[in-house]
């Protein structure tokens, strides 16, 4: 069968329905009707109410935890997902679907967690990056869509085509709005060396220097900062990296701007907005005066700090779902 003559199918389970919703509207294509609970135990179970034998299927699931509430005999439940139940959820749909004979499986995983081990850092150490992702392909899908990985080489860890969008168009235009052009009272900055390149693009799309928080992290979640590469005395910086989990890397990095590189006002975004443990108590007290995320994990991790905003990412996903669905090139999307 032609792939452009494939019927178009969105599917999702429940870790991010608000973006899957504005994602269906920028496509102008229902979702279709499924059911992803669970039994009494835990275990994940799916229905599939739909056909899909032949169909292009699109699921659309972050791995990150969710809130959400859970229909049961006409009752709504408010339950709690974990990142390992919304990896599970996707798994299973991805089975259900090459078991009822899809044409096509595209996971899309606007956040794809596990990402974080990529490498062997120390004896001993798993790769979870690459298990998560032959467990993804083991289940049946033959394609991944996704947005700003934490480490661009995971791209090769999968055996299937891997469509990995960029966030810095949708910031760049934020900050050109805020700030325009080649000024010179803004520097963008690094919040550790991991991230030079990715920010080094960023500073390049907005016409301003860069510089560089080095720290050291002794284990997950702690670190400590060193020194700052760079002049930041003064100026209004950008802190811009991937994700944020606990806040700490970020919030240490705004201190250190501040207090010891005289920055005048400190801003921050990231793609991922994880947002765990102590993360929203640690922005509120922290020198930063607005922090921006992406929808890739729900809006409502943010709830409870007015110095969070979110930007979306439906557009550039229904964007990229019908570039692949059309067999056209997604490459004018990271423009």
């Known amino acids: ?44 179970a799916v229905d599939l109410y739909d056909t899909v034998r032949g169909s292009d299927v699109f699921i659309i699931q972050s791995t990150c935890r969710s809130d959400y509430v859970e229909e049961n005999d006409g009752k709504g439940m408010r ?35 596990y990402a974080r081990q990529d490498r062997k850092a120390k004896a001993r150490d798993p790769i979870s990056a690459k298990l998560t992702a032959n467990i993804i392909t083991s289940a049946g899908a033959d394609r991944l869509l996704t947005l700003d990985l934490h480490a661009p080489q995971i791209q090769g860890f999968f055996d299937i ?52 928080v080095d720290k050291r ?58 947002l765990s443990g102590p993360a929203i108590e640690r922005v509120n007290k922290s020198y930063i005066e607005e922090l921006m995320f992406l929808d890739t994990c729900p809006r409502g991790f943010g709830a409870g700090s007015e110095k969070i905003n979110y930007l979306s990412v439906a557009k550039l996903f229904a964007d990229a779902i019908m570039s692949i669905h059309g067999g056209a090139s997604i490459s004018v999307l990271f423009e």
């Open 1 to 44: 069968m032609n792939e452009k003559s494939r019927e178009l199918t969105i599917l999702t389970g429940n870790s991010n329905l608000p973006l899957v919703n504005d994602i269906s509207d920028a496509l102008g294509v229902k979702q279709s009707t499924c059911r992803v609970h669970s039994f009494s135990d835990g275990e994940i």
């Open 79 to 113: 339950k709690h997902n974990s990142s390992n139940d919304n990896l599970m959820e996707l798994l299973i749909m991805i089975d259900a679907c090459r078991r009822a004979s899809a044409g096509r499986i595209t996971a899309v995983t606007p956040y794809y967690g």
């Open 161 to 212: 085509p891997v469509d990995n969008l960029l966030g810095v168009p949708i910031f760049a235009r934020y900050y050109l709005e805020k700030f325009g052009h080649d000024n010179p009272d803004v520097v963008v900055v690094s919040p550790d060396v991991g991230s030079v390149a990715r920010a080094r693009k960023f500073a390049e799309r907005l016409g301003v220097g860069l510089a560089i």
């Open 217 to 274: 992290r002794d284990k997950p979640n702690q670190s400590e900062v060193k020194n700052i590469i760079g002049n930041v005395a003064g100026k209004k910086v950008i802190l811009f990296d991937d994700m944020v989990d606990t806040a700490g890397s970020l919030t240490g990095a705004a201190t250190a701007l501040v207090e010891e590189g005289g920055a005048k006002e400190v801003f921050a975004c990231a793609s991922h907005g994880v």
